[in-house]
């Protein structure tokens, strides 16, 4: 069969919304940019605490990392990094790594990397926030 009568096999519609075979690079992209934006913002708000804390006693750090909107502004910004971090991983994954076996390995490394990274700065806030 010649490449000239050759018939995509995706839908005209797939190819306008530009989605390919796992239909799912549209989202992944726009993720990574509204992730990008939060980090932003977020980042802002995070150095202006840790300026705040700078030369702070031990008690000092305590209560100002006990208040809700601080626990609440450090948890967002943990969640939106290490979110952001997976993503812009897996794509260099995906792009450099060429052994199927191997790249399925180094995404479910990824994933589980990021989500222990989250969930332990997650529980040290909560257990400063909460008094714990």
Not at 50 to 66: M, P, S, W
């Amino acid at each position: 069969m010649s490449d000239s009568t050759h018939t995509p096999m995706r839908t005209p519609l797939g190819r306008v919304r530009g989605l390919g075979a796992s239909r799912s690079g549209t989202e992944h992209f726009f993720l990574q940019r509204v992730t990008a934006l939060a980090n932003l913002l977020l980042m802002i708000a995070f150095i202006c605490i840790v300026i705040r804390l700078a030369g702070a006693g031990y008690a000092e750090a305590r209560a100002v990392l006990g208040q809700p909107l601080v626990a609440i502004i450090i948890l967002l910004t943990l969640l939106s990094v290490c979110t952001h971090m997976r993503l812009g991983m897996q794509v260099v994954i995906e792009d450099y790594v060429h052994t199927e076996g191997l790249k399925v390995l180094l995404i479910i490394g990824n994933t589980f990397f990021t989500t222990a990274i989250a969930l332990a700065g997650a529980f040290a806030v909560l257990k400063i926030s909460l008094g714990g």
